[in-house]
């Protein structure tokens, strides 16, 4: 069941959800958001190209398996910790450059890509393998 | 090199050497070797500042905040251990890449891997000086030894042992543990050195008798002394290599490590010495009657080694000067004599394919040199002269009539030491030199790689025995010293005169010879005896294995029997329970009625939830009623976002979505309409308690909101969150950087859920493709 509609939102809907969700981890220190909910937002979106042009076409999109995003999310998550550890002020305790303009850089965002990727990785492997069953 | 420094060094290096080993050609095969030869030199260079009195130490921080720190410590009882791990660890290597040189080179490497790593775990639990930091080493043991022994993956012997030893250690382990945190509570610190110096504290402590209990458990588990003596002679599934490290120079004596270490601590507690020489006392007998009973070739050496545990454990809990002399001599010539042995039976094992020393028979004609090793070794295992073994067994007899310990250990020790004669004369001469021509053919023959371990240690037992001055001063005062706490003095030689432990040393070889003439007649009657097939401590084991793994079927199949509403149900009425009993002793309801006006935009919204929750319960479609339920979530996901949540709404807005796309995946592969399952009775109970539940969940958020709010909490966030953590946003910053550990913690259960589900989806996708 294609649907030519569907597919060309689909690809329009992935990008914007994509971008949606990556502004959503951005902000997410400051502003509602996160990395569990921009992880999230990014799971529906390649879940949208899933559902309208099948399961190969979005691990194409995914580019790498999702378990692997899975793995790698919980692994940045502890390396994130490792700075502060360095740093002396124990693991976990983030780093931050500000800059004279205002802008500011953690480890926090280390953290919470983290977060993003396993929440991604977690739900497209369980959405990858449902749909792949399906009739 | 500082002691972190090697053991990095050892971590590394053992990955190192797997990757490279996993490449090289066989002329370079050995390299993995250098590793733990390095590791051997490090220790060298330390014996002269050990030796002269020094302590090594070395320390990095960890967990200060509790107390647990890197901390290492080298005396001399931990240099003796480590110049045994890594010198023995040396031969081991040699010697197992060799023995795998006809197998694939990647196997080879990741059975030389976790010999590296087993290594590292040893030198890391003889080095710390932290007793958390041990006990992390020490389960590290547990783990890589059940690789070993279950190295052969395909063997369900292999499998059987390796689980089993397993279950027994790190059983033991949590029992250890549980005695580290008691001594942790009384003392406030967890460092060895400190626990000893303030040992009197520790003994007048209530706690004493459950550190000491617990502290057995753990160890004896580990040392394989009665009643878990059974484990050890079923690991010999290992490969041979791993049984000649695992059970001769190391891992069980791990135990007996922890054991001496303590004495120190508990010398003023005559219960720990008298339970040490009681139990010693019961397992080298066991284990002298079941290497009699025993059939195997390595059997029989796993079973003499039990002995020598038990010798090792009776030892440590004598009183006496002696006793600490004793014990660190009979280490190190067990050591020796036992890694030959086991090196001895891998070759022989290896070049017939027969492991039953009764069918084995004349082999030194095919393997001259490996004969001559075992022949050297059993007399050194025999306690003869000029061996280092003979020096040993006159110390232990010294040790035993020192002490205050009546005739019976004495007897007890001479006849397990006429076994043990008897058991050495076994493992040389039946299968090397009687019944000639039983073996004509070998598969392989001796190389120089398979000879270079036992020949050294056997000829080390000589040169140690012939020239102990060698290692008197450098290795064995210095241990002995450090187990006593004050130095010793150590007249290790081979002629005390005419005293009562050289007639106890006849006495033994005497019996020895009448045991070995007459041990076919010993083996065959003491293997029809009813009594000792009925005594079985592993069918024991099994029984008690197979009666966990029964209950736990029988409650899995009683909680989980596939039926979620039942789930459902039996979640909902436990809450009730819980949540009825903390109502009802909770004092009277309080619910106010504030009587301010009703807000349109909530009462929409909960009026549409309402709607949903009645096509939810009254719709037959499954479609139908999921859009129910979503109508409920979105719902309250508009009440956070009305409230100032916007996080929360946003997080419910994605997950109510996210939950709507993968359960139409699974729902489009089932009936449009939901089968009638349960009958009107049962329908009626489900929604009683529905009923109730949602009274209880009403009144209790009643009763929780009417209470005054404490913002003390919320406050602080509010108060620090930029200036702490530089965020605006305290829902996100108390998630990554507040409580950035629990996150931690987590990410990681959603990783290893999500991990099961999704390898569960993949099986029933591959047995439908088939």
């Known amino acids: 069941m294609r649907s030519v509609i569907f597919s060309a939102m689909a690809r329009a809907f992935f990008w914007i959800m994509l971008a949606v969700s990556v502004l959503i981890l951005l902000r997410g220190h400051d502003q509602p958001g996160g990395g569990f909910v921009g992880g999230l937002v990014a799971a529906m979106a390649i879940g949208v190209v899933a559902l309208a042009d099948g399961v190969a076409a979005a691990r194409r999109r995914l580019v790498a398996q999702p378990v692997v995003l899975l793995g790698l999310g919980g692994l940045l998550t502890i390396v994130s910790g490792i700075p502060g550890f360095v740093a002396g002020g124990g693991f976990l305790a983030h780093q931050w450059l500000i800059f004279d303009n205002g802008f500011k850089l953690g480890t926090t965002m280390v953290f919470d890509l983290g977060v993003y990727l396993v929440v991604l990785g977690g739900m497209l492997s369980l959405v990858f393998r449902l749909y792949e069953d399906a009739p | ?770």
């Open chain 2, 1 to 770: 090199m500082s002691l972190i420094s090697i053991l990095l060094l050892s971590a590394l290096g053992s990955v190192a050497a797997w990757r490279v080993g996993r490449h090289v050609s066989s002329g370079l095969k050995h390299v993995a070797a250098l590793l733990p030869i390095a590791l051997f030199a490090c220790f060298i260079f330390h014996i002269e500042p050990v030796a002269s009195g020094g302590v090594v130490t070395d320390t990095a921080a960890w967990v200060p905040s509790l107390g647990i720190d890197l901390a290492f410590r080298l005396d001399g009882f931990s240099l003796l251990f480590a110049l045994l791990i890594t010198g023995i660890g040396s031969l081991v290597t040699i010697y197992a890449t060799s023995y795998f040189s006809e197998a694939d080179a990647r196997e080879r490497a990741r059975f030389v891997f976790l010999i590296h790593l087993f290594m590292t775990a040893m030198l890391g639990t003889v080095l710390s000086d932290n007793l958390i930091v041990m006990f992390v080493f020490w389960e590290a043991t547990s783990l890589t030894s059940f690789m070993l022994i279950g190295f052969e993956t395909a063997k369900t012997e292999a499998r059987r042992a390796a689980l089993q030893s397993l279950l027994i250690t790190c059983g033991g382990g949590l029992a250890l543990l549980g005695a580290i945190l008691l001594i942790g509570m009384e003392l406030g610190s967890f460092s060895l050195a400190a626990i000893t110096a303030r040992a009197p504290e520790l003994v007048a402590s209530p706690l004493l008798p459950a550190v000491i209990v617990l502290l057995l458990i753990g160890t004896f588990t580990k040392s394989a002394q009665f009643p878990f003596h059974f484990w050890l002679p079923k690991a010999m599934a290992a490969p041979t290599p791993a049984s000649a490290y695992l059970h001769s120079a190391t891992m069980v004596k791990l135990g007996v490590y922890l054991l001496a270490r303590f004495d120190g601590i508990f010398a003023g507690v005559p219960a720990y010495g008298v339970i040490l020489v009681t139990f010693g006392l019961l397992t080298m007998s066991i284990a002298a009657f079941n290497a009699i009973r025993a059939t195997g070739y390595k059997a029989i050496l796993a079973q003499s080694t039990v002995a020598s545990l038990g010798i090792l454990v009776m030892l440590i809990g004598l009183d006496g000067p002696v006793s600490s002399v004793a014990v660190i001599g009979f280490i190190l010539s067990h050591a020796l004599y036992k890694a030959a042995l086991f090196f001895c039976a891998g070759t022989a094992i290896h070049a017939t394919h027969i492991t039953e020393l009764r069918k084995l028979g004349g082999l030194a004609k095919h393997l001259p040199f490996t004969a001559a090793a075992a022949v050297l070794a059993s007399l050194s295992m025999a306690g003869l002269p000029p061996f280092v073994g003979f020096i040993a067994k006159e110390y232990l007899f010294e040790a035993q009539l020192q002490s205050s310990w009546s005739a019976i250990a004495v007897i007890v020790a001479v006849l397990v030491n006429g076994v043990m004669v008897a058991v050495a004369g076994a493992v040389s001469l039946r299968p090397f030199f009687r019944g000639r021509g039983k073996i004509e053919h070998v598969h392989h023959g001796e190389t120089p790689g398979l000879l270079i371990g036992p020949m050294l240690l056997a000829i080390l037992g000589v040169v140690f025995g012939i020239a102990p001055h060698l290692i008197v001063d450098n290795l064995i005062a210095p241990a002995a010293g450090a187990l006593r706490g004050s130095p010793v003095q150590v007249s290790f030689s081979l002629w005390h005169g005419l005293t009562p432990m050289l007639g106890l040393s006849a006495a033994v070889v005497i019996l020895g010879i009448a045991l070995m003439w007459k041990w076919n007649e010993f083996h065959r009657a003491i293997g029809q005896m009813r009594l000792v097939q009925k005594i079985d401590a592993d069918r024991a084991y099994y029984r008690v294995v197979d009666r966990v793994l029964g209950t736990a079927r029988a409650t899995t199949r009683w909680l989980q029997n596939g039926d979620q509403r039942r789930y459902t149900l039996t979640v909902a009425s436990s809450l009730l329970i819980v949540a009825g009993y903390a109502l009802v002793t909770g004092g009277p309801l309080n619910l106010t009625w504030s009587g301010g006006e009703i807000l349109p935009f909530p009462a929409i919204i909960l009026i549409l939830a309402i709607v949903g929750c009645v096509v939810a319960i009254r719709s037959t479609s499954l479609v139908t009623g999921l859009v129910g339920i979503g109508i409920v979530g979105y719902g309250s996901a508009l009440l956070f976002l009305a409230n100032g949540a916007p996080d929360l709404a946003l997080t419910q807005f994605a997950v109510e979505t996210l939950v709507l796309v993968v359960l139409m995946a699974v729902l489009v592969r089932l009936p449009t309409d939901a089968p009638k399952t349960r009958s009107p009775r049962e329908s009626r109970i489900d929604a009683g308690i529905a009923t109730i539940f949602g009274f209880l969940v009403f009144g209790g958020l009643a009763t929780m909101t009417a209470q005054p709010f404490d913002t003390r909490l919320s406050d602080f966030y509010g108060a620090t969150s930029y200036l702490e953590a530089r965020g605006h946003n305290v829902v996100n910053v108390i998630i990554v950087d507040y409580r950035a550990f629990d996150t931690v913690g987590e990410v990681a259960v959603v990783a290893f859920a999500t991990l099961a589900v999704w390898a569960l989806l993949k099986r029933r996708r591959a047995g439908k493709g088939s």
